[in-house]
């Protein structure tokens, strides 16, 4: 039973990725990684994460992607890129043999290492309580201060993209690359209406 | 709940193989966005093996190492975001390629 849950979420986690890299036009890139973000939580549900394959559905799937598409159409770059264009030479061959030399040793490592490490904790993922449950007391016990530190990041996160996003524009003209002008803001916005 | 039947290596085999699928990715697409896209990628072949790994130890604390990727992931995307929009405002149709301002 796991078997065919396991076949066909990799499927779907493989055929997405071929997807991502492989598609000219960033939607359906960010289409297909929709499509292996919901595999990999099938996975995770496969392997007693429930709570995990929620928040990878409501997080990942439901937020990221949706930013990546907004971020795609608020700068219009939902064109087709030429994927057949090599700024430098070889740098196809290279990063596929790279990547290839990189599968082979991570798949070596997965084959022939074995699973060491400390001995089950006191929080087994196969405990008495449910998934979510498991993972809120572990949370709020061991990792209370990451948990705070979070909140943190996710403040700096946010007002740091507030600040690069905003509309200024004495930041945006570039001193080295004159040449290079700065949209004006009245023309981008009769673009973005007549878009 | 599924019997533990199949064990920890075919995921991580699988997780394997969609890391190095988005280092190729990354290293052959010239368009920022989707070498982010990349990037979530890996950072989910990543999860992967933290969630397999968790089951394998009947260790909770891989599923919250997770957790915690998955917040840094979110945080990184939004200012990671932020930036390409900053750029692709400058100079529209911009790839990585032309992104060589600092190049020495």
């Known amino acids: 039973m796991e078997l065919a849950v396991f076949i066909v979420g990799a499927m779907v986690c493989l055929l997405g990725a071929y997807g991502v890299v492989t598609s000219r036009n960033p939607v359906h890139a960010a289409l297909s990684l929709v499509g292996t973000l919901i595999g990999v939580a099938v996975l995770f549900i496969a392997q007693d994460a429930e709570f995990l394959a929620a928040v990878q559905i409501i997080v990942y799937a439901g937020a990221i992607v949706v930013l990546f598409l907004f971020v795609i159409m608020l700068i219009g770059v939902d064109r087709s890129e030429d994927v057949d264009v090599e700024p430098l030479a070889g740098q196809k061959l290279a990063a596929v043999l790279a990547g290839l030399g990189i599968a082979v040793g991570l798949l070596s490592i997965v084959a022939l290492g074995s699973v060491t490490g400390a001995p089950p904790s006191s929080a087994p993922v196969t405990g008495d309580s449910p998934n979510t449950e498991a993972i809120a007391r572990v949370l709020f016990t061991d990792h209370l201060l990451a948990f705070e530190i979070t909140s943190v990041l996710l403040v700096i996160a946010v007002v740091g993209a507030v600040a690069l996003a905003r509309h200024r524009q004495a930041a945006l003209v570039d001193e080295d690359h004159p040449g290079d002008v700065v949209p004006d803001l009245e023309a981008v916005d009769s673009q973005e209406a007549v878009r | ?104």
């Open chain 2, 1 to 104: 709940m599924i019997a533990a039947s199949l064990g920890a290596m075919p995921y991580m085999a699988l997780s394997a193989i969609l890391f190095s699928v988005g280092i190729v990715g990354l290293l052959t697409r010239s368009n920022p966005l989707v070498m982010f896209m990349c990037l979530e990628l890996m950072l989910n072949a990543v999860n992967l093996s933290f969630v397999s790994l968790a089951r394998e130890m009947d260790d909770l604390r891989g599923q919250v190492a997770v957790f915690f990727v998955l917040v840094v992931a979110a945080a990184e995307v939004v200012v990671g975001l932020g930036i390409i929009v900053s750029i692709f405002r400058r100079r529209q149709g911009a790839t990585a390629d032309d992104l060589s301002l600092m190049k020495g």
